[in-house]
């Protein structure tokens, strides 16, 4: 493979991507490697939490790799590895940084279960005085499962425990109850 930097570097961090075809082939290695489908925006959300590649990069990769056969793009926008990007895989995955794919592989995992817990979760920050309350609720078939509120000092306390609560709301609801 081709290892000259011919990407957009801005916003890359050290020992991210700077070649269009590792970011490809990132994109590919990703759809082949995750339990749950792809879409378009984890691909290029997974590629850029942790600055493995430049945003418009990614968006541009993920066209291209439709474009020319190597990944099939549905209405919904989930991504699919083709015969034609399993083989190209295949033959270009060991040109990946291991700690490339493992961290994009895991930030992708991260955003798929984040996402999934935004439908069956809901957050809402609101100012309480000097601080804010973080109304955390879990949803059953529209029923509300759980209602708790936690109380921040400030509102960056508030977005870290926003952010736990959907990383696995599930399991804070089972330690509650479990609590019992």
Not at 1 to 30: C, H, T, W
Not at 31 to 55: F, I, R
Not at 129 to 157: P, Y
């Amino acid at each position: 493979m081709d290892n000259e930097f011919n990407a957009f570097e801005e916003g890359v961090s050290p020992g991210g991507l700077r070649n269009r075809n590792q970011i490809k082939l990132l994109i590919e290695y990703l759809a082949d490697s995750l339990a749950e489908p792809l879409t378009a925006d984890t691909a290029v959300e997974s590629l850029t939490a942790h600055s493995l590649a430049n945003y418009f990069e990614a968006v541009q990769a993920v066209d291209e790799l439709v474009s020319n056969g190597s990944l099939l793009k549905d209405d919904n926008g989930t991504l699919m590895l083709t015969k034609t990007g399993s083989e190209t895989l295949r033959e270009l995955k060991s040109e990946l940084p291991a700690s490339v794919r493992e961290m994009a592989l895991n930030d992708a995992v991260e955003i798929q279960m984040r996402k999934r817990n935004e439908g069956i979760t809901d957050v809402k920050i609101q100012p309480a005085g000097d601080g804010f309350n973080v109304i955390c609720r879990i949803f059953h078939k529209e029923e509300t499962l759980m209602e708790l509120t936690l109380r921040a000092e400030d509102f960056d306390q508030a977005e870290r425990i926003r952010t736990v609560f959907l990383k696995d709301p599930e399991k804070i609801y089972n330690q509650i109850i479990s609590s019992f």
